[in-house]
């Protein structure tokens, strides 16, 4: 009993917890009857509730460290949605109009969606009084999960489809692989962003500084790794692993099938490959959540003017 009225007065507290909980019960019952029934008409439900489930919850924890008044539900939720699908919508048209296949395409693909991201949240955000770091984090990440969510929701649509037909197999497992690693990916990356993009701005500006420039490409190459993962752990396994007529054949461009223990090693490769740049953000990220109490000298900038109406 008295456990159970801890836990309430926990739930209470931490909205997060709650959601995060009512949401996993509801998308486990929404899996169960899919599958029992077979109603088509659940899918959408399972996309969304799967999709969006981790990222929401994130930002309803992030919202709860705001350091202003001036970040509300209102303002958060808005930053969330408008930001996740501004996105999603330019990232698609840049990177339709702008890539091609070759080794520089995921190299790419995060200059783009750091860019499309950051950009969202200046516009989103350029009316504010008080530009402070931590409430910077707290609206990147909201964009960033907010297009975690819409980009999560699109890779479950189209999991469902298999050259066998609708599988809700291999949906329920890419919703379960993203939502476990979109801690890591793009709000992570965004909250850095708009940490720094907060770090030096005013009402009247934000200050396109050295140290925001860096930083973007930094978040770049860490998404750019992130999604060149597979590629480079399959590269890295196969030198490692390889005999030598095997290397010859790479060197050629052909790739031989992998056996069963490079199939192993593969895993494990791509694994770490994986907890390394997850740890390099994270790392990133509390160091710039710490040095949040730290007066810091504004850097030379270029000013971008926000349009905020004069006081």
Known sequence: MMAARAEARTSARRPWVRI????????????????????????????????????????????????????????????FLTGGVLGVLGAS??????????AWLFAGVGLIEEAVKLFALAFLTRRLAVKSVRDGMILGAAVGFGFAAFESAGYAFTALFTVKGLSLMQLVQTEVLRGLLAPVGHGLWTAILGGVLFSASTRDHFLITGRLVLTYLGVSALHALWDSMHSIALIVTLVLTSTPGELVLLTRGFIPDPSE???????????????????????????????????????????????????
């Open 20 to 79: 995060l909980l009512t949401g996993l019960v509801l998308w486990l019952l929404t899996v169960a009857i899919t599958f029992l029934t077979g109603n088509p008409n659940l899918i959408p439900t399972l996309v969304l509730l799967g999709s969006f489930l981790v990222p929401v919850t994130f930002v309803v924890w992030a919202f709860e460290r705001r350091d202003t008044g001036e970040l509300t539900p209102t303002l958060v939720f808005s930053t």
């Open 93 to 102: 048209v840049l990177e339709s109009y702008l890539l091609r296949p070759s």
């Open 261 to 311: 223990a490079q199939l192993r090693s593969f895993t494990i490769v791509y694994w770490a490959g994986l907890a390394v740049v997850a740890l390099a953000g994270v790392g990133w990220l509390l160091g710039l959540w710490r040095s949040t109490r730290r007066p810091g000298r504004v850097p030379p900038a270029f000013r971008v003017p926000t349009g905020s109406p004069p006081r």
